[in-house]
């Protein structure tokens, strides 16, 4: 039997985890597939690891890994993938708005060779708000402008990865991980199944819009020089419109025609100082990003691990 691996970040989803793994479970009970458990704690403070420790023990399928505290979820993604040996690996969230019904197909796109199988969140009225709807049209729309990448919206983090994607994946050391910007870019055959999320019943949703904010800046310049050419642009127009304000000047001068427009002067003054500030702030960007990377430090730190590391005897290396 082949064996998949199902990799789940959580964070303060104490009263989510056992039903997902009895979803999970469900699901599987109709699949010819082996399959355990990667859930990886990111620093939990609810008692998430407790309840773990206690599946854990009850089902050897069942494995974990906590961090030593809270580097994100896309770290903890990667912490999973990372001792993830499955011939293939399915990542998604703990909080039940992925659909564990959903694997069965996922697993069917697989056998008939994809390497790569991603979800396609649909979002309406009814599972989600209107701003966060605006919100997520606007991160794809300006992350495919800039970045180069054609991401499709409501691409999630509930994908399965063939083994091959999987080694490729684990080789990449960047500092800012963009797993949903990194898969695309691998390539292999890919293709995007549609789903629609399921409401989440218990705890509370981790990514505010000072978050998503974030995740998109990153995404962006994870991705792209593009912001680096804008302000250059931006450089060089402002530029050109002070050199014909030249002219202006010494006109008024020699004519004796000056007028003391300090108003004009504070609004041109603050206009520039603000933009200044703005390119710098672009570049200052991609200098933290280098100066982060140079340093090497590791993505996680891990306090403690359960099952994590035992061999599968169906798996081939």
Same mark, same amino acid.
């Given at each position: ?22 979803e ?8 010819p597939?082996t399959?355990s ?11 998430t690891?407790?309840?773990l420790r ?12 906590s961090?030593?505290?809270n ?9 999973g ?7 293939c690996v399915?990542?998604m ?20 060779g ?8 649909q ?5 989600t ?5 605006k ?6 729309k ?8 054609? +991401?499709?919206e409501?691409?999630a983090? =509930? /994908?399965? @990865?063939? &083994?091959? $994607?999987?080694?490729?994946?684990? #080789? +990449? ?5 963009? =797993? /949903?910007? @990194?898969? &695309?870019? $691998?390539?292999?055959?890919?293709? #995007? ?6 409401p ?7 990514y505010s ?11 962006i310049?994870?991705f ?7 302000a ?7 530029s050109?419109?002070?050199?014909l304000?030249?002219?202006?000047a ?9 007028v ?48 994590v ?9």
């Amino acid at each position: 039997m082949k064996h998949i691996s199902i990799v789940v970040p959580v964070y303060n989803e104490r009263e989510n985890i056992h039903s997902l793994i009895t979803e999970v479970q469900k699901v599987f009970e109709e699949l010819p597939y082996t399959y355990s458990f990667i859930i990886v704690d990111d620093g939990s403070i609810d008692g998430t690891l407790d309840v773990l420790r206690m599946a854990s023990a009850a089902d050897t399928r069942i494995r974990y890994i906590s961090l030593s505290k809270n580097f994100g979820h896309q770290n903890a993604l990667k912490a999973g993938l990372d001792h993830a040996r499955g011939d293939c690996v399915i990542t998604m969230d703990g909080d039940l708005q992925h659909p564990p019904a959903l694997i069965p197909h996922l697993v069917t796109y697989w056998e008939q060779g994809y390497d790569v199988v991603y979800t396609l969140r649909q979002d309406d009225e009814t599972n989600t708000g209107y701003a966060k709807r605006k919100t997520s049209r606007l991160f794809y729309k300006l992350m495919n402008r800039m970045a180069d990448l054609d +991401i499709e919206e409501g691409s999630a983090d =509930f /994908r399965l @990865l063939s &083994k091959k $994607v999987l080694y490729t994946l684990q #080789g +990449i050391d960047e500092h800012e991980i963009f =797993f /949903r910007g @990194l898969v &695309k870019w $691998v390539g292999f055959r890919q293709i #995007g199944v549609p789903y629609k999320a399921a409401p989440r019943t218990k705890g509370q949703s981790k990514y505010s819009f000072k978050k998503m904010m974030r995740f998109a800046v990153q995404g962006i310049t994870s991705f792209s020089t593009k912001p680096l050419y804008i302000a250059a642009y931006l450089g060089l127009v402002f530029s050109f419109l002070a050199l014909l304000y030249i002219p202006y000047a010494l006109v008024s001068y020699l004519s004796g025609h000056v007028v003391n427009g300090w108003a004009s002067i504070i609004v041109t003054i603050a206009f520039f100082g603000g933009l200044q500030l703005s390119i710098l702030g672009i570049i200052g960007l991609y200098i933290g990003k280098i100066f982060m990377q140079v340093k090497k430090r590791p993505h996680y730190i891990i306090k403690e691990l359960k099952h994590v590391q035992e061999a599968i005897s169906s798996t081939q290396f």
